[in-house]
C-alpha cells in the first residue's frame, strides 16, 4: 500500500512538472504571439505609409510627364520661332542688300 502512495505521488509530481512546463511554454507562445502581432500592426503601419508614398510619387511622376510635355511643347515652339526669325532676317538682308545695289546704282 505504502509503495502504491509513494508510486502515485511521484506520478502527480511529474505531472505536476509537465504542467508547469506547459504553463511556461504557454506563456512562451503567448509573449511570441504578442509579439507577432506588435510586429503585424507595425508592418500594416509601414504598408500603409508605401502606399501613400507610392500615391503621391505615381501623382508627381504623372506632373513630372505633364511638365515634362509641355516643355517640349514650347521648345518645338521657340525653335519654329527662331526658324521664322532666321528666315525674316536673311529675307529682309536680301532686300537691304538689293536696295543697297539699287542706291549704289544711281549714286554712280
Partial sequence: MKSKIVAFELEA???????????????????NLDSAQNEVRILRDREGQWDKS?????????????EAQ????????????KQVCIITIACRCSYFRREILRIAYWLT
Avoid at 509641355?70 to 520661332?81: D, G, P, Q, Y
Fill in 13 to 31: 509530481r511529474g505531472k505536476e512538472a509537465q504542467i508547469r512546463n506547459l504553463n511556461e511554454q504557454l506563456k512562451a507562445l503567448r509573449a
Fill in 54 to 66: 507610392k500615391i503621391q510619387l505615381e501623382s508627381k511622376i504623372r506632373d513630372d510627364d505633364g
Fill in 70 to 81: 509641355r516643355i517640349k511643347v514650347l521648345m518645338s515652339t521657340f525653335e519654329n520661332e
